[in-house]
Structures are given as structure tokens and as C-alpha cells.
């Protein structure tokens, strides 16, 4: 389904609703407008000669900046608003929270990379 409404729209990008909140969700809804897709699941047509898609921020807003590239190339990005990723990302060790882990100079880099 999201491949053929990427293709129809001119999409190259799509996500997940972004809240968890069932009052924040919508059952019939896919949003076409700016907003953001969260890198935990979604998907992407890749263009790798696309230059102004490469990533130049830090990996504390790689999720804000992928999707607002996309909006600005695309003029689209898809976001099923119906569904959500349940996600536990403060339980889980790794990622950005190992990265940005107290005591290890970590505030200050996050602070840095924002």
C-alpha cells in the first residue's frame, strides 16, 4: 500500500504516527503534510545521487532532519496516522541514550549536537 500512494503522490518517504495516544491517532487518516517520521519504522524510495538529502546535523535530530529534507525535496511526506510504534527507547541500552549517557560527557555533547 505505501509503496503505490508513494508513487501516486510523489512521495519518497512514509512513517508511523508519531504518538502512541489513541486521542492523537486517527483510524482513516493518512497525512500527506510536513511532520516528523520517526527513524524506528519507515520507509523510503533512495535516491543516492539526491545531494540535498544527505544528512549534515548529528544523529540527536537525524529523525527531523531526514524527514524535512524529504518534505522540502517531495513537497509530501506520508504518515499513517493510524498506526504507532510501541516503543520502550529509556529501557533499551545502546543508541542514543548509551551516546548521550550521563557521566560520560554525554549532556554536554547532546547539548552540542542539538
Known amino acids: 500500500h ?5 508513487r501516486k503522490t510523489g512521495a519518497y518517504l512514509w512513517g508511523l504516527s508519531t504518538s502512541q495516544n ?4 486517527q ?3 493518512i497525512s500527506c503534510n510536513n511532520g ?6 519507515n520507509g523510503f524510495i533512495t535516491r543516492p545521487d539526491c545531494k540535498e538529502l544527505y544528512r549534515t546535523f ?3 535530530t537525524e529523525d ?3 524527514s ?8 509530501v511526506v506520508l504518515r499513517y496516522k493510524m498506526y504507532a510504534g510501541v516503543t520502550r ?3 533499551n541500552s545502546g543508541g542514543l541514550q548509551e551516546k548521550f549517557a550521563e557521566g560520560t560527557c554525554g549532556k554536554d555533547r547532546r547539548k552540542t549536537e542539538e
Open 36 to 41: 516528523l517520521v520517526n527513524g524506528y519504522f
Open 22 to 25: 489513541a486521542y492523537c491517532m
Open 2 to 6: 505505501a509503496y503505490a500512494l508513494m
Open 89 to 91: 527507547p529509556h529501557k
Open 68 to 75: 524535512v529534507r524529504h518534505f522540502a525535496k517531495d513537497g
Open 27 to 29: 483510524k482513516d487518516r
Open 58 to 60: 548529528y544523529d540527536a
Open 64 to 66: 527531523s532532519e531526514f
